[in-house]
């Protein structure tokens, strides 16, 4: 995921259900990066039509 090991769930005793849980619909990072970039590029093109 783009991320050390256990980052979100290196917590002792949690079970492999209660992992995922706490990992919920959480995104990695660089999908959330290409999604920002994405967003920004689509605002930078918007504007540059308004002008």
Request: glycine letters at 12%.
């Amino acid at each position: 995921m783009g991320l050390p090991a256990g980052h979100v769930t290196a917590v002792p005793g949690l079970s492999r259900t209660a992992q995922l849980k706490a990992l919920g619909n959480g995104v990695v990072p660089q999908q959330a990066a290409y999604a920002m970039e994405a967003m920004a590029a689509r605002r930078d093109d918007a504007g540059r039509r308004a002008a």
